[in-house]
């Protein structure tokens, strides 16, 4: 009898044994697509890091619904119809039931249109932020699936026109690349700069990966500008700036977010930036801004945190981690409604890392509400997967970016009303 009793607990042992190497083995897979190359390249290599770097620190606290959460990265080459392909290939062979990605709106958006929206797959996009993604869903287009994790330009257009006539900027020339973004950033800035008080002088398109960018800025340095707003991407615009102040053109910048970034001063020189000036979406500062700030260039591999793409990539990778957990599993309609419950305004807060997250998954297992309070700040989505949030109003000052100031997302939305 002692025997068998012996090889009855030797028997249990051996089966929970397997049972934790089988819970060790579950992966879910989710899909990242990002411009990894490109014009957005920097932006992409950033978020794709930060989706990883949030991934391990789920895992390490448990994983979500028993499992370890891994990314099938796929790189878009910040083009739309390569985005399309590289998303079609998780969804359709891989079963994912999530895609995080793109980065800019003229890659997300194909992907929405053409592959996550029909597939009922849900996506979360960091940082595209054109107002096509807003009326896509007020169209019924998106299957109620998108959601991102960036405030609309339709709001940092308004933003960025107060901030140039504060500034002293009264007629400016705009530069802007011929893309979805480009096109909606201009229009939401002009209407709100003009009714301002501010004149546009010129407004130039200009097409990516020209190997110059002479013409654009002839024609937009024609009526004697304050300053010119570029709306471009660093590689480009590195090349538009350095074409602009070689012609003659004044030393003063207006610059949409994603030109907050470092190459992009190195490539132009900060002796002629002095004068630049520009708008991000914001954060309010959380626990998990810190945590991210302390930890992701050493994970990211010398990737700055302050590169535009990451703090609110790893909150996309968090959201979507923690919706899967809440969702019990890889179930994309489950998803789609856990990601709501991921920052549920009644939750208990949970901030980024290891032993926040183990916290969140024993309240999701005891059947509790989270809010997520992550790197940008607690945020909420509407029915479109729109958050609000603050502006950061910022200026290179000896080659380094320096905030001089912010708006609330309540001062925007006063001026966005008044300006109508």
């Known amino acids: 009898m002692k025997k068998t009793m012996l090889q ?22 989710v899909g990242v ?19 990883e770097m949030a991934f391990r620190d789920i895992n390490e606290a448990g994983g979500a619904a028993g499992c370890d959460l891994v990314t099938d990265t796929r790189d878009s080459q910040s083009q739309g119809n390569i985005a399309v392909d590289a998303a079609t290939q998780p969804v359709q062979v891989k079963k994912v039931p999530a895609i995080i990605g793109g980065i800019i709106s003229s890659v997300t958006i194909p992907i929405l ?3 996550t929206a029909p597939a009922k797959i849900v996506q979360v996009s960091p940082a595209a932020s054109s107002p096509t993604l807003t009326q896509l869903g007020r169209d019924g287009k998106t299957n109620g699936i998108f959601f991102r994790t960036i405030t609309s330009d339709a709001l940092q257009g308004v933003a960025a026109a107060k901030y140039a006539i504060d500034t002293g900027f009264k007629k400016l020339s705009i530069i802007h690349v011929n893309s979805d973004f480009g096109v909606n950033m201009s229009a939401e800035f002009t209407r709100a700069y003009k009714a301002l008080g501010g004149t546009i002088i010129s407004d130039t398109p200009y097409n990516e990966k020209q190997s110059s960018y002479a013409s654009e800025v002839t024609a937009a340095m024609a009526g004697e500008p304050d300053a010119l707003y570029l709306i471009s991407t660093p590689g480009d615009g590195a090349t538009i700036a350095r074409t602009w102040i070689s012609q003659g053109g004044v030393q003063k910048f207006l610059l949409n977010d994603g030109m907050n970034n470092p190459d992009f001063i190195e490539s132009v020189g900060a002796e002629y930036l002095n004068e630049a000036y520009g708008t991000s979406s914001g954060t309010n500062p959380t626990p998990s801004t810190d945590y991210f700030m302390k930890n992701y260039k050493a994970f990211s591999g010398d990737i700055e945190p302050t590169n535009p793409a990451a703090d609110r990539a790893y909150d996309a ?5 923690l919706a899967i957990a809440i969702a019990g599993g890889p179930d994309p309609a489950k998803i789609r409604d856990a990601v709501y419950k991921a920052v549920d305004p009644a939750g208990t807060p949970i901030y980024a890392g290891k032993d926040e997250f183990a916290k969140a998954l024993g309240l999701i297992k005891e059947g509790k509400p989270i809010r997520y309070e992550g790197v940008i700040g607690p945020v909420s989505f509407d029915e479109y997967g729109d958050i609000t949030g603050p502006f950061r109003l910022w200026q290179v000052v000896d080659g380094k970016v320096e905030t001089k100031g912010e708006m609330s997302m309540e001062e925007v939305s006063k001026l966005k009303d008044e300006i109508k």
């Open 8 to 29: 009855l607990a030797a028997a249990a042992l051996l089966a929970g044994a397997a049972g934790s190497a089988h819970a060790a083995d579950c992966q879910i897979t």
């Open 33 to 51: 697509v990002m411009e990894l190359t490109g014009p957005a390249g920097e932006y992409g290599k950033a978020g794709a890091k930060s989706v």
């Open 113 to 115: 249109t053409s592959v």
């Open 317 to 321: 990778g968090a959201i979507v981690g």
